[in-house]
């Protein structure tokens, strides 16, 4: 007798299924949490409003452990108790420590209905030689009955006649130990692929949360951080640059007469805060005699407003 339906190995299947799902989910869960939420915690550090983008941000955690303990338990679970589905040979009737096994006093043996039926309905190899699990057990509880009689007999008297049949009888034992196993196993692949249908849908629904938790950990840090107080820099000068001045303000007049729109060269500093050379300025009785050449001046930040020039002179 085989194991038609292959279903240690479909059992085994389901398990490293739910093992490598529940492996991807609780790293995608740990990336999420510690990529994105640790960013936005930084950034909202100072609003008083932080636990909350904290706590969105641990859920796809809390999530990852609900995926893995469930894996776990699935991974974990072993084949179901042979009480529940040939409680007769569980406790061991018809038989007298007939290989290995000792009977199990007092009491009638109950067994799992429910699962029985699943069992039946996916036929394996041992219900399709028998008919049914029952027919099966009385079957080994006969061939049990069977060796024990044997057994009596070749102590009574040690012939090859009563050897030959002890040893058949054995055999025929050994040989339904494997419509157990058929049974055995065809009932853990059951229980396992019901687990399995049950951890979907939890991974289904622990995904769908982490992923809106921290969606929603992102919005409301997005929205606790502060916004930027800090003004773009002006340009650097690097080259010299042709430009007209506007004087700006109260502050800041150069010595030297300059007039609004006039035309200078900025050698360096920024648009905002340039250095300029001006170009001499007409004699006149209050301007210094150093205004009577080019002359450089920087004047202060907000004290004028410099406009490029074109290489025709026009502004740009």
Known sequence: MTDSGNYAARAAALRETAKWVAAIFAGAGVILFSGLSFTNIEKVAASDYWPVPVLLAAIPVCAATVAVHAAARMISKGPPDLRSLLPRLARGEGSQAVGGEVPVPGGTETYDEPLRSKVEK???????????????????????????TAQKAYDARRTPD?????????????????????????AEFIQTE????????????????????AALSGVAAAKMTPAPTDRAGAAAITHPLGVRVYLQGSHGHPVCPVQDGQEATAIGGTLAAPLLVLPATAPAREAPSRCHRPWRWEPASDAVVIVPQGTDGGNE
């Open 194 to 213: 019901e687990e399995y249908a049950r951890i979907r849908k939890r991974l289904l629904v622990a995904t769908i949360t982490a992923v809106l938790a």
């Open 162 to 186: 009563n050897l030959r049949e002890l040893d058949a009888g054995r055999g025929t034992l050994a040989g339904l130990q494997e419509g157990v196993r058929d049974l055995l196993l065809c």
């Open 122 to 148: 996916y036929s394996p190899a041992t219900v399709a030689t028998f008919g049914s699990i029952e027919a099966f057990e009385n079957h080994v509880v006969e061939a049990r009955k069977r060796i024990r």
